[in-house]
């Protein structure tokens, strides 16, 4: 590991602050992803092996561009575009929306899975966790979710909220629709199938039942399989390049980390300490400057990720419409959003 | 006008099989952005370039590598990035059945339908019988290169598959316990108990709309015919008051309203 400073971890910073109103109850919250990328990404080098940037260019005339020449624009059907500044579309979303009002609650299993898209965790942000633990042990106790929508990063948000094991929850939700029904996809309409068929898929089914989860089926064997030709090459010295001005990686495994020690001291309610990992995380941990990263080079660091890396990120973030993002797009996205 | 499908597969389970096709349940709705040059509003494009000399790269001269440690990238050729890809497979496997609540949601990632390719008594049976026995089949496929693992679960008569998240994608938030003396007094619980019983609704997805959505293309709507655009103010929030006076004027608020529509 490198001999960084690393007096304390760096706090994860949050993607999303807000409050989430109960009644006339606030609840300033923290939102932190509950998922992260494990994927290896692969990095372009060129014919020397130097790492290489993306640059932008004008597929006019073919200028260089610099980020500050580029602006987003919709597409309209005759090929003519609108362009819109992140001003504007901020502005559409007023600190109102910062709110996740909860107005509506459910029974817990009344919410489709279908509609569930990205799960987040809630941590307690305000001076005191009082109403924060109330609101978490009263929902669980009686089986209800909250559902609601809040603004984040320029995108309307449904949400279902969860208590489990104490700690609130926020999972993203699809809006209806974006969901297409059966008759949508044109599926044929239900019918009743042959009892002698149900009746042997039935068999089958509970001659395949266990009683949990394997997780070691849900691995992602592509990547390690990328890592693990990767060191044996390096082993045996083949292909390796080394590069002095070592780019910066993103550590994503430290940041989640930290999520970890944050959340450990937010639901304990020691808020004002700085977040620390713990022992059984501190081997783990990668190295990570602390303070804030100059501007200039956290966008060198884009440049060298792969769309797949970037993707990832983007969808961290939750970027709007990364999935139709080409490479340079999620790099201008993510620097706007960074 | 009705979706094609994205794959055909024979789905496995046990000794049994059934044809079936894979449908995208997702459709996308949002407001798609492109990336252009202000000077002349064209789009933009991307290139490699190396950082050294400013030089664009081209496309067949860039290796692809994976960095082993910071500053040490290995390169993998286009032969051994071929070998790694999994073997073309038109088979979904099912080895593993659950109970529908063994299964965090945490879990699901993107929905799919998948409909009947020949056999509609074998879908439909197998369809029932998920629903029937409340369980979800831990189901494993090879799809355009790339292995997949998902839930196949029966939704409303018709079979719905779900790609689930690798096992290092969640954040294990299980291990945080809040301590035991933050436990709130019984009156709070009550009073929240209460306000809780009186927002309490069906869950009724089409009650929420993308209003953003709908305001975004209002405003692009309204920059291209040249008009002036003006834009909402930021409410103000009440001030904070004692966690049991706010649980209980949030009482007295909601009587008042007695049953007051939908709200969001």
Redesign the interface.
Known sequence: M?AEPQTAAPEARAFWSG?IT?????VPVDL???????R????????D?????????????G???EP?????????DDG?????TDE??D???????R?I???????RE???????ER?Y?LAPAGES???Y???????E??G?AG?A?F?MR???Y?AAIFAE???L?A?T????????T?G?????P?????AP??????R????????????????????A???E???E??AAG????????????EEETAD?ID??AV??QR???ERREPARAGPDTAAKKAPRKSGKRASGERAEEL?RLSKQALYERAKALDV??R??L????LI?ALRKAG | MPARAMWKADLGIGDMRIPVKLYAAVQDRSVHFRLLHAADATPVKQQMVDPETGEPVPKEALQRAVQVERGVFVVLTKDELEALEPAPSRDITVERVLRREKVDLRWFDRPYYLGPDGDEDGYFGLAEALAGRDSIGIAHWTMRKKRYSGALHSRGGYLMLETMRHAEELVRIESIRPPKSREPDAREIKLAEQLIATLEDKFDPAAYRDEHREQVLALLERKAEGKVVQFPKAAKRPPQRSLEEALEASLAAGKKRAGGGRGR
């Not at chain 1, 109960?22 to 606030?26: C, D, H, I, P, T």
């Not at chain 1, 009344?110 to 569930?116: D, K, T």
């Not at chain 1, 633990?133 to 929902?139: C, G, I, R, S, V």
């Not at chain 1, 080409?326 to 797009?329: A, T, V």
Request: hydrophobic fraction near 40%; charge should be negative; aromatic fraction near 6%.
């Open positions: 490198a409050t109960f009644g006339l109850v606030s932190y992803p509950a998922v992260r990328s494990e290896v990404p692969l990095r372009l080098l060129g014919p092996g130097q790492p290489l940037v993306r640059r932008y260019f004008c597929s006019a005339d200028e260089p561009l500050d020449d580029i602006v987003r624009g919709y597409e309209w003519s575009f609108t362009t819109v504007e579309l502005a559409l979303a007023p600190e109102k929306s709110d009002d909860l107005r509506r609650f459910v029974k009344e919410i489709p899975a279908e509609l569930l799960p965790v966790t009082k109403a633990h109330l609101l978490a042990q009263t929902m106790r009686t209800r559902v929508t603004v320029g995108k309307e449904l094991g104490g700690l929850r999972v939700m699809r809006f209806v629709d974006e969901l297409r059966p949508d996809v044109g599926l044929p239900v019918r009743r199938a042959p068929v149900r009746k042997a898929f039935e089958a089914l509970a001659e395949l039942e266990r009683d949990d989860l394997d997780l070691a089926e849900l691995e992602d064997e592509y990547s399989a990328l890592r030709l990767a060191e090459k390096r083949r292909d390796v390049v080394e590069v002095e001005e070592a780019p910066a990686e989640v999520i970890m959340l450990k639901v304990a309610g440049e709007p419409n999935s139709k080409s490479k340079e797009e201008a």
